[in-house]
T-cell receptor, first 111, second 113 residues
Framework: GEDVEQSLFLSVREGDSSVINCTYTDSSSTYLYWYKQEPGAGLQLLTYIFSNMDMKQDQRLTVLLNKKDKHLSLRIADTQTGDSAIYFCAELNTGFQKLVFGTGTRLLVSP | DTGVSQDPRHKITKRGQNVTFRCDPI?????LYWYRQTLGQGPEFLTY????????KSRLLSDRFSAERPKGSFSTLEIQRTEQGDSAMYLC???????????FGEGSRLTVL
C-alpha cells in the first residue's frame, strides 16, 4: 500500500536548523521528493533523491534517506523567516507512476 | 519556457455549471499529471498522461470529470455539473518519462457556490 506520513507542525527560531521527517511504506519507490508550498501558491520542487542514494546536499538543504526504516528527512540549515511554509514529502512509485504525498509539515520560523 | 502554466488561476462558478482548466507543461516533458488539493491536505492524484495517452485515473475522478491531452502537449480538465465538494485547488505537473524532476504549476483554484 501507499502511505506517506509527516508530523504536522514544526516551530524553530531564525538561524537554527530545521529537520522535517517523513515515513513512507512503499518499498518500490524510485524517487522521493520534498516540495515547499506557500499560502495560495503551487508546489515548489526543493529537491529529490533517487532511492539508491543515502544523502543529497544542495546548498542549505540536506536530504537523508534510510531505506531500511523507510524514513526520509529534510534538514534546512540557518533557517530564515522566508522558509516558513508547508513542506510536503512525496514518493514516486514505479508501478503506479504517480506521486503520493504526505499531509505536509507546517514550518514556522520566528525571529 | 519558464515552467508549467495553468489557466485560469481562479474560477468561481455556480453549482451545476461546467468548468474547464488548461495546463501547459514544460515543452520537452512527456508526462503530465493532474492533482487536486483541498484545504489542509496534501495533493491527491487524479490522472496522468504519457504523451497523449491517459494511463491511469484515480477513483476520485468521477464520471463528471474528464481530462484530455489531444496532441501530447497541453491538457484540459473539465468538470461537468459542478458540486460544492469540487471546490479545491487543481494542480498540474509535468516530468520526463525518466522521472526525476517533477514540476508543478501554480494551480487553478475552483470555488463552487
Amino acid at each position: 500500500g501507499e502511505d506517506v506520513e509527516q508530523s504536522l507542525f514544526l516551530s524553530v527560531r531564525e538561524g537554527d536548523s530545521s529537520v522535517i521527517n517523513c515515513t513512507y511504506t512503499d518499498s518500490s519507490s524510485t524517487y522521493l521528493y520534498w516540495y515547499k508550498q506557500e499560502p495560495g501558491a503551487g508546489l515548489q520542487l526543493l529537491t529529490y533523491i533517487f532511492s539508491n542514494m543515502d544523502m543529497k546536499q544542495d546548498q542549505r538543504l540536506t536530504v537523508l534517506l534510510n531505506k531500511k526504516d523507510k524514513h526520509l528527512s529534510l534538514r534546512i540549515a540557518d533557517t530564515q523567516t522566508g522558509d516558513s511554509a508547508i513542506y510536503f514529502c512525496a514518493e514516486l512509485n514505479t508501478g503506479f507512476q504517480k506521486l503520493v504525498f504526505g499531509t505536509g509539515t507546517r514550518l514556522l520560523v520566528s525571529p | 519556457d519558464t515552467g508549467v502554466s495553468q489557466d485560469p488561476r481562479h474560477k468561481i462558478t455556480k453549482r451545476g455549471q461546467n468548468v474547464t482548466f488548461r495546463c501547459d507543461p514544460i515543452s520537452e516533458h512527456n508526462r503530465l499529471y493532474w492533482y487536486r488539493q483541498t484545504l489542509g491536505q496534501g495533493p491527491e492524484f487524479l490522472t496522468y498522461f504519457q504523451n497523449e495517452a491517459q494511463l491511469e485515473k484515480s477513483r476520485l475522478l468521477s464520471d463528471r470529470f474528464s481530462a484530455e491531452r489531444p496532441k501530447g502537449s497541453f491538457s484540459t480538465l473539465e468538470i461537468q455539473r459542478t458540486e460544492q465538494g469540487d471546490s479545491a485547488m487543481y494542480l498540474c505537473a509535468s516530468s520526463t518519462i525518466a522521472g526525476g524532476e517533477l514540476f508543478f504549476g501554480e494551480g487553478s483554484r475552483l470555488t463552487v457556490l
